[in-house]
């Protein structure tokens, strides 16, 4: 029987990551008995205090055992961990260098929403992909600039590395570990079970761009604010970078550097926010909606809304509008 441990931090975090985990796989493992099967897993909650406050003490977390009892695991769960990142990590070494060890020696590791913070402090991510919480990437770009982070993405599997978007969607990627592990039929019931939606591979649509604004460079602080209030209209780099007194090439170098975008992708997620605002809100029909935010080709348009959201703008304002609806 394969060994998976539910890592329980030090710290106030997010109960639902541990609880979700540990009832998908426990049904998972019933499910696979009722065949004849031995369990897949000994489940085991694993941490380094005997227990843990959640939600200012309104509830509590006893975990099985403590992590240094756990000699060998074959798959981690990192929790989504506090928002007080800094404070999170410090507090959670231990947890990070068993994690370390025990990916080293063979186990595979899968981090929930913000536990990829935990995870990336072990120095594992590294030159791997990874996603997270879309509104958590500023702050995890600057922490961690050597991971290659891709908030559009709802699961990553490298190397025996899983790593998931946010809050709720952790669900989607114990589906898809349930299916890894156990087998596609195990996976369908789980999903039937706790109605979770399989196969879905983007968070692009629940996104909420408001750009990267953290970073020390002054120069692109002020072209993201003329791209921003400029949104109507179609700019080149070339009259971006001009604008600037900055030759192009180092201007796009600077603009990556700082924000994750190039300034054409910048430009595009500030023009389609703004529309998904405007579907979302108002009768406005897709064309209005199109010229409103600098766009006179509908083609192009509908690529792009498609490329950062992963919808149609139509099938965006049917799902968002309210009164489409009607």
């Known amino acids: 029987m394969k060994h998976l441990t539910i890592i329980v931090p030090d ?39 005997k227990k843990i406050e959640f939600y200012q003490g309104l509830f509590t977390v006893k975990p099985h055992t403590n992590i240094s009892e756990i000699a060998k695991t074959n798959l981690i769960i990192i929790p989504s961990i506090n928002h007080n990142y800094e404070k999170a990590l410090k507090g959670n070494k231990p947890l990070v260098d068993w994690i370390t060890k025990q990916y080293k020696e063979g186990a595979a590791v899968a981090s929930i929403c913000t536990g990829a913070f935990l995870l990336a402090s072990s120095g594992l991510l590294n030159g791997k992909t990874c996603s997270t919480h879309w509104a958590a990437a500023e702050n995890f770009r600057q922490m961690f600039p050597e991971v290659n982070l891709q908030t559009d993405n709802l699961i990553t599997d490298e190397n025996g590395i899983y790593t998931n978007g946010g809050a709720y969607s952790f669900l989607n990627l114990m589906i898809y570990l349930v299916e890894k592990y156990y087998d596609r039929q195990t996976a369908i019931y789980c999903s039937k079970v706790f109605q979770i939606e399989m196969d879905r591979n983007s968070q692009s649509e629940f ?14 602080k002020k072209a993201q604010a003329y791209i921003e209030n400029n949104m109507h209209e179609k700019i080149s780099v070339e009259h971006l970078s001009s604008q600037f007194s900055v030759g192009r090439r180092n201007f796009d170098r600077r603009f990556v550097k700082a924000t994750g975008n190039t300034p054409v992708e910048y430009a595009q997620r500030v023009k389609i926010e703004s529309a998904k605002k405007a579907l979302e809100t108002s009768r406005k029909t897709i ?3 199109m010229y409103e935010v600098g766009y006179s080709d509908v083609k192009a348009f509908r690529e792009v809304f498609r490329k950062v959201t992963g919808m149609s703008p139509i099938e965006y304002k049917g799902k968002y509008n309210k009164e489409a609806l009607v």
């Open 11 to 49: 710290g106030e975090n997010n109960l639902s990551s541990i609880v979700g985990p540990y009832k998908i796989f426990t049904r998972a493992n019933e499910y696979w008995k009722g065949f004849g099967k031995k369990e897949v897993f000994n489940i085991q909650l694993a941490g380094i205090s």
């Open 207 to 220: 996104a909420i761009f408001t750009g990267q604004k953290r970073h020390g460079d002054e120069l692109v």
């Open 287 to 289: 064309n209005e909606v």
